[in-house]
């Protein structure tokens, strides 16, 4: 059987990276695509020499040239972070609806299969609970976080009119809170947050009365639920994601507890719109992925803690280089 191809954009971000080895593990040849904006180029810095790799830097928001064959475009280009979508708003609407344009383009002109990363940010501040994929919805489209829940929602819309129109074998994935190494410590988010905060002594920023939940799944977990949904002949929307619910005050006390911080808690304000509840419905990827979560919390948030020790050590703090 003939090598695979996958174009992997946002290959040198945190999801982007694992999905690329977890491919290149399956034998597949990658191509991965990134203008580095919140992608790290440590992610990928084992794969230099990997004849089965190749680094193109570009942003998806323009026109893509890829000459060689492709089987799979895999579409994980984009800010991810609250921090980093409203301070990149722009390129946020862009790669989501102009990114979601070319990509698919490339899967059309290359007859290939495309899977989109979608987020749980679809479901808003959501008023069902769990979410299940059937669920459109609570979205403030101008407040602060549209600019990434709304080119989510076209990036979905758009997919499903490639299927429906041009009958390209469309993918998307609803992404909930995912984590494991490779995430930037300073990216925002509540996990690499109050891990930095409690390794180096700082106060753990709970935002709002922490009352808040997310439900956190490890990185291994999810990619291989993409990779099944990639393989799958399944073209609706699939919520990928670990059930395991927690109020983000529980959070704050896992994290001190595990790492025996001496920080102690500092309340900040709760950011526009942020979720109250969230947590995924996974019926459907068990059902048509025969998929569910494996690694409990404990081992996948040792196993992060132990990565960002390690970058704290080398001094890689995790800035956005752009
Ligand atoms: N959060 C917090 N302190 C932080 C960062 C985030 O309390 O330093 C909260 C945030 O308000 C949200 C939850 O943690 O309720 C998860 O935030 P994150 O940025 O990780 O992603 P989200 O799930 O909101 O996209």
Same mark, same amino acid.
């Given at each position: 059987?003939?090598?695979?191809?996958?174009?992997?954009?946002?290959?040198?971000?945190?999801?982007?990276?694992?999905?690329?080895?977890?491919?290149?593990?399956?034998?597949?040849?990658?191509?991965?695509?990134?203008?580095?904006?919140?992608?790290?180029?440590?992610?990928?810095?084992?794969?230099?020499?990997?004849?089965?790799?190749?680094?193109?830097?570009?942003?998806?928001?323009?026109?893509?040239?890829?000459?060689?064959?492709?089987?799979?475009?895999?579409?994980?280009?984009?800010?991810?972070?609250?921090?980093?979508?409203?301070?990149?708003?722009?390129?946020?609407?862009?790669?989501?609806?102009?990114?979601?344009?070319?990509?698919?383009?490339?899967?059309?002109?290359?007859?290939?299969?495309?899977?989109?990363?979608?987020?749980?940010?679809?479901?808003?501040?959501?008023?069902?609970?769990?979410?299940?994929?059937?669920?459109?919805?609570?979205?403030?489209?101008?407040?602060?976080?549209?600019?990434?829940?709304?080119? $989510?929602? @076209? =990036? %979905?819309?758009? +997919?499903?009119?490639?299927?429906?129109?041009?009958?390209?074998?469309? !993918?998307?994935?609803?992404?909930?809170?995912?984590?494991?190494?490779?995430?930037?410590?300073?990216?925002?988010?509540?996990?690499?947050?109050?891990?930095?905060?409690?390794?180096?002594?700082?106060?753990?920023?709970?935002?709002?009365?922490?009352?808040?939940?997310?439900?956190?799944?490890?990185?291994?977990?999810?990619?291989?639920?993409?990779?099944?949904?990639?393989?799958?002949?399944?073209?609706?929307?699939?919520?990928?994601?670990?059930?395991?619910?927690?109020?983000? $005050?529980? @959070? =704050? %006390?896992?994290? +001190?507890?595990?790492?025996?911080?001496?920080?102690?808690?500092?309340? !900040?304000?709760?950011?526009?719109?942020?979720?109250?509840?969230?947590?995924?419905?996974?019926?459907?990827?068990?059902?048509?992925?025969?998929?569910?979560?494996?690694?409990?919390?404990?081992?996948?948030?040792?196993?992060?803690?132990?990565?960002?020790?390690?970058?704290?050590?080398?001094?890689?703090?995790?800035?956005?280089?752009?």
């Amino acid at each position: 059987m003939a090598q695979k191809i996958s174009v992997v954009t946002g290959g040198a971000g945190f999801l982007g990276s694992h999905l690329t080895d977890r491919l290149l593990g399956e034998g597949h040849r990658v191509i991965a695509i990134d203008n580095l904006v919140t992608g790290n180029p440590a992610n990928v810095a084992h794969l230099g020499g990997n004849e089965n790799y190749r680094f193109i830097k570009h942003n998806v928001s323009n026109y893509i040239l890829v000459e060689d064959a492709v089987d799979y475009v895999f579409h994980f280009a984009s800010p991810a972070s609250p921090i980093d979508y409203l301070e990149l708003p722009i390129p946020t609407l862009k790669v989501g609806a102009l990114g979601t344009h070319n990509t698919l383009g490339l899967a059309k002109a290359k007859k290939a299969t495309f899977v989109l990363a979608s987020t749980s940010e679809c479901y808003g501040d959501p008023l069902v609970h769990p979410q299940t994929e059937d669920y459109w919805g609570n979205v403030n489209p101008i407040g602060p976080r549209g600019v990434y829940d709304e080119a $989510k929602r @076209f =990036a %979905e819309a758009m +997919t499903m009119a490639y299927h429906r129109y041009h009958g390209i074998d469309t !993918k998307i994935v609803r992404i909930f809170n995912t984590y494991g190494p490779r995430m930037r410590l300073r990216d925002g988010r509540v996990v690499p947050a109050f891990i930095g905060q409690a390794l180096s002594g700082t106060p753990l920023t709970i935002f709002g009365d922490g009352s808040q939940t997310r439900s956190f799944c490890y990185v291994s977990d999810l990619i291989d639920g993409i990779f099944r949904l990639a393989m799958s002949d399944f073209h609706e929307p699939v919520n990928i994601g670990n059930p395991r619910e927690m109020t983000i $005050k529980q @959070f =704050a %006390e896992e994290i +001190t507890r595990i790492t025996g911080t001496k920080s102690k808690v500092e309340h !900040k304000p709760l950011p526009v719109d942020d979720p109250k509840v969230r947590q995924p419905d996974i019926t459907r990827a068990r059902k048509v992925l025969g998929w569910e979560p494996k690694i409990e919390f404990e081992e996948g948030i040792t196993k992060t803690i132990e990565y960002f020790k390690g970058c704290l050590e080398r001094g890689e703090l995790g800035e956005r280089i752009q």
